[in-house]
């Protein structure tokens, strides 16, 4: 078999691997994992705002919105004005989000950070770079991304339609 082969294989089993981890995810927790990772920044402090999720999750306000408002359909999460400035949402999680968020499976790019940190500073900088650069080859250095394995919406026959990442 020749690198090329071997490199696809790589590529197909992590997507295999995030589209297992997502389907378990979703029959266990209810959520897809960037809906998840929303209510694990949520739940580090118990409340946050669509910006503050933005800026940690390094997407748009937009895609954030729409995460949000599936959480809040959920129960997980609700939208309450904040009493320090009127002009903003506070976002707070739920008994019922905090329940999720013990219940859920270990989340794959949990393992992932566990396992990366412990590489030496060498091997990570080299695993960033080739990572950025396959993403580089499939023309995917634009698409806006958050830190969560997700390969698509894992329950769009039950919800009937299809989520942004």
Not at 36 to 49: A, C, H, K, P
Not at 130 to 151: F, G, K, N, Y
């Amino acid at each position: 078999m020749d690198r090329t082969d071997i490199s696809l294989i790589a590529i197909r089993r992590i997507l295999k691997a995030t589209e297992r981890y997502g389907r378990k995810l979703a029959t266990s927790a209810g959520v897809t994992p960037v809906q998840f990772r929303v209510l694990q920044v949520v739940g580090e402090t118990g409340q946050t705002t669509a910006k503050g999720i933005s800026t940690r999750m390094g997407v748009s306000q937009a895609t954030v919105t729409a995460l949000v408002d599936k959480l809040v359909k959920q129960g997980l999460v609700l939208r309450r004005r904040s009493e320090v400035d009127r002009r903003q949402t506070d976002i707070i999680i739920t008994d019922e989000g905090r329940e999720t968020l013990t219940s859920a499976p270990d989340a794959l790019q949990q393992r992932y950070v566990r396992e990366f940190e412990k590489l030496d500073d060498w091997e990570q900088a080299m695993l960033v770079a080739a990572l950025e650069r396959v993403a580089a080859m499939l023309d995917a250095e634009d698409i806006d991304a958050s830190p969560v394995l997700h390969t698509g919406e894992l329950s769009a026959a039950r919800n009937g339609a299809a989520e942004q990442p």
